[in-house]
Structures are given as C-alpha cells and as structure tokens.
C-alpha cells in the first residue's frame, strides 16, 4: 500500500529557499560577466549578466538590477576618472553583487559597484588588438604616403554638424581671412550610429575632388573616445584617396584613426591653426620674395641706369671729340688747300706775265722786222709798190691791235676772278657751315634717340610687353597661350598670362 504524498505549497518551497539563501545574501562578491539585454527603465537599471564560451555558447546567465540610487553613484565615480559608464550589450564589466531573492521574480542578483579599471582595460585590450592587426597588414602608413598640396584649400569635414569641435574648426578658419572651401559631412562622433555615419561620410566624401579630409570632435570622456577606436574606419581612412587628418580632442590619448591619419593633431582648432599657419607661411614667403624681387630689380634698374647714363655721356664726348677731330681735319685741309690756291694764283699770275711780256716782246720784234723789210723793199721796188707797202701797213697796224695789252689781260683777269671766287668758297665761311650742319644732324639725331627712350614711352601711359624672364617679346612664338609674361607700366610691374589672341584688322 502506498504511503500518502505530502504536497507543500509554492510559498512555502520559496521562503525556505530564500531560507536558505539568506546568508549568501547578505555577503558582497565581484564577478567579471558581459552585459547582455541591458535597458534602463525609470532610473533603474536591468540587464543579463552573461559568461559564454569561446564558441560563443551561454554558459551561464543571471538577471541583474542596478538601483538608481546606485547607479548615479557608480556614474559619478566613473566620471571622476574621466570616464563615461557605457553598460551596452557585449560590454565586459567588473562588478560588486549581492544576491537577492524575491518569491515572484525568483533569484537575481543586485549590483552595487562597478569597476572602472577593468572597463578601461578592456577597451585598452580590445584598442591594442585592433592596431596590432593593423600594422601587421601595414595600413598605419598607406594615407601617410598621400602627398598633401602645399596649400590645402577644398576641404572636406567630418564632425556633428553643430557641436562645439564644428565651430571651433570654422571660426577659426573664417578668422584666418583665407578663402578655405569646406565641405561639411555630419556623422555621430560617438554612440552607436558612430561607425555606420562616419563610414558614410568618408565613402561620400572620396567621390568630392578635395585637397584634404579632417574628421574631427571635442572633447569628452575616455569611454566616448573608444567609439573612435573603430577597425572599420581605420581602414577606410587607411584607404581613402584624400590625405585625411584627425581631431579627436584628447590631449593625451591617441586614438586608432589617429594613427591611420595622414596626421593628428589635438584639438579641431589645431587643425585649423595648422592651415591657417601654411597660408600665413606662404604669405610669408611671397612678401620676402616680392622685397627679394623688389631689391634686385632696383639693382638692375641702378646698373642699366648708371651704365645709360655712362653711354650718354661718353657718347656726348665721343661726338664731341669727333666733331673737334673733323674741324681739326677740316682745318687742315683748308690750310693747305689755302696754300695750294694761293702758290696756283702766283704761279698763274708768273705764268700770266711772263706770257704778257713774251708776247709783247715779240710783237714788237716782229714789227720791227716787217717794218725794216719793209723798207728794204720800199727800197727795192720804189714808188710803184708804195701803196701796196700801205696796205701792208695798215694790216700789220691791225694785227698789232689785235696783240694789244688790255685784250690778252682781260681772260687772265677773268680766269684770275674765278680762282678768287674758289678760293673764297673754300675759306672759314663754308667750313663753319658744314659744322653747324653737321651739330643740326647730331642735334637731330639726338632727339630720334630721346623720342625713343623706353622711359618716355612708359610715361606716354604705353606698356612694354616682357618675357617672363625679362626680355623684348618679337617673335610670334612668344605669344603662345599659357605663356606668362611681364606687362612694365611707369610705376609698376604686372604678371599676366596670356588666355588668348586676337588678329589685327587694320
């Protein structure tokens, strides 16, 4: 026969097990378990503790409840130590338990404390494995390699759109004066929509002809910067086509995208300063350049000008000295073209007179020889020929008149005339007149040369086109499109570059 069953009640088996559990409940005990199905409710916090294994099988698994009293505590500690509690699924915690027990909602367990130290070392564990991986595949130093301009300007930006690293960034670039483009991409900086917006942003920023990316944030606690600690977007920034710099916002702290970067630096507002500073340098650079330009064109223009000078005045004395070398010559010639003339005339006026008193010498000679053979046949012949010897007189009176003095001088005096009017041209009168005539040309020639000059050009308000090295432009092929060239005004210098040309229609 069967004995008889004892039934107890469900209150009954419930207080002896919380019985039982009593003295386990009133000790304290740390554990180390993930986080799972964690929610926050009023200020309350419920979640599951979870242990699995390397399969990723639940081993064991109990409900936890952080009361808010409790928990407000634990997130004042752990911001003290400049942290930010992050209790998401899949976070490895340390904390301080007691067990509790309750007849409806059965075992559970109470958390007290947290333990910030295992938080961050975890994080630090899980960071360090990332950035292992990393440079074993080599990806620390692929956006390192891409080459930077000297002077970033299209900008693309990756922050929250609004928060404080976004101003910071752009005050101090509007600040700088420089005409920066910037191309803003909002993302989450942190929380858990950080990955997926980020990775958006740089994928939409890679299509965007840019000269740089920065993703920058502010500042924060340490668990807000481990959501920067992404394998992810490191390697899309190790992969990305555009230089990419970070701003995190820690001082101390270095995050895996920091060393992905092309480089990092501290705070968004350095990244500014450190655009800002290349521009600043360049102007630098230019304003020492144009003084550097400025003092050797002063340079040159003292040189040409000193050695113009120098050609004017030793062309001055070398006309000068010519002019006097030509009236010497001239003077000397003159001298003895005078001498020649002057021993032509007296030779001409022997020659003359020597002629004259041959001439009369004979004459009367010959009369005197016709007039006594005259006689002699006047003689000879008597009266009969008389006329005829008067005849012949007469004739022979005719003949003498013909050789007479005045008649044979009048040529020589003629001819002597004409020797004097040479000589007269060839006297000081027209000597000086071939001088000033020759000044009048050098004066002439002199003002050709001054209507010429450069530099009265220029101040006519006309420009003289230069190569850019700074010779005359004459040859078409100086006139190519693209070539740059100097256009040199009276007070100044322009570079220009030549966008086109147009033919003359004259």
């Not at 006097?324 to 020649?340: A, I, K, V, Y």
């Not at 053979?373 to 022979?396: F, H, I, Y």
């Amino acid at each position: 026969m069967e004995s008889a069953k004892t039934f107890f009640s469900l209150s009954r088996i419930i207080g002896r097990i919380e019985e039982l559990l009593r003295p386990a409940m009133e000790k304290t005990f740390w554990l180390k378990a993930e986080v799972s199905s964690g929610r926050q409710k009023g200020q309350n916090f419920y979640c599951d503790l979870v242990e699995t294994e390397e399969s990723g099988r639940v081993k064991a698994q109990v409900r936890c409840t952080i009361w808010g009293s409790e928990l407000s505590r634990i997130k004042q500690r752990f911001r003290d130590q400049g942290l930010d509690l992050q209790l998401d699924d899949g976070t490895m915690v340390g904390m301080l338990c007691r067990v509790q027990f309750h007849p409806v909602y059965g075992l559970s367990l109470r958390g007290i404390d947290l333990d910030p130290a295992l938080a961050l070392g975890e994080m630090e564990i899980k960071k360090r494995a990332i950035i292992e991986r990393l440079k074993a595949e080599g990806l620390d130093q692929l956006n390192k390699k891409k080459k930077l301009c000297l002077l970033p300007q299209r900008i693309g930006l990756i922050t929250s759109d609004g928060s404080a690293a976004y101003y910071d960034f752009m005050q101090t670039l509007i600040s700088t004066g420089y005409g920066f483009s910037i191309e803003v991409a909002d993302a989450n900086m942190q929380g858990e929509r950080t990955e997926a917006s980020v990775l958006r942003s740089l994928e939409a920023l890679s299509k965007i002809d840019l000269d740089l990316v920065v993703i920058c944030r502010g500042g924060g606690s340490k668990t807000d910067l481990f959501w920067l600690d992404n394998e992810p977007i490191a390697r899309a920034i190790a992969h990305h086509p555009h230089p990419v710099w970070t701003g995190i916002g820690h001082e101390i702290d270095m995050s895996v995208l920091d060393l992905m970067a092309h480089q990092s630096f501290k705070t968004p507002t350095a990244i500014a300063e450190e655009l800002a500073g290349a521009y600043d340098g360049m102007a630098t650079r230019l304003e020492q350049a144009r003084h550097q330009l400025q003092s050797s064109w002063n340079h040159r223009w003292r040189q040409d000008s000193s050695w113009l000078g120098n050609a004017q005045e030793g062309l001055q004395i070398g006309v000068r000295k010519l002019l006097t070398l030509q009236r010497s010559r001239l003077d000397h010639r003159m001298e003895g073209l005078r001498g020649r003339v002057q021993k032509g005339l007296e030779m001409g006026f022997r020659h003359i007179v020597q002629a004259e008193s041959k001439l009369l010498s004979k004459s009367l000679s010959y009369v005197k020889e016709n007039r006594h053979q005259v006689k002699e046949r006047s003689g000879r012949l008597g009266w009969s020929v008389k006329s005829r010897v008067d005849l012949e007189m007469n004739d022979q009176k005719t003949r003498r008149s013909r050789f007479k003095k005045n008649r044979l001088l009048l040529p020589l005096l003629h001819s002597r005339q004409d020797l004097e009017r040479r000589r007269m041209r060839l006297t000081g009168v027209s000597v000086e007149r071939q001088i000033e005539e020759a000044n009048r040309k050098l004066l002439d020639a002199k003002k050709i040369l001054r209507a010429h000059d450069p530099a009265r050009t220029l101040d006519r308000g006309f420009a003289i086109l230069e190569s850019e090295t700074g010779e005359p432009m004459n040859q078409e092929k100086e006139f190519s499109l693209g070539n740059r060239i100097r256009v040199r005004m009276k007070n100044r210098v322009l570079l220009a570059k030549i966008e086109g040309t147009e033919e003359r229609k004259d």
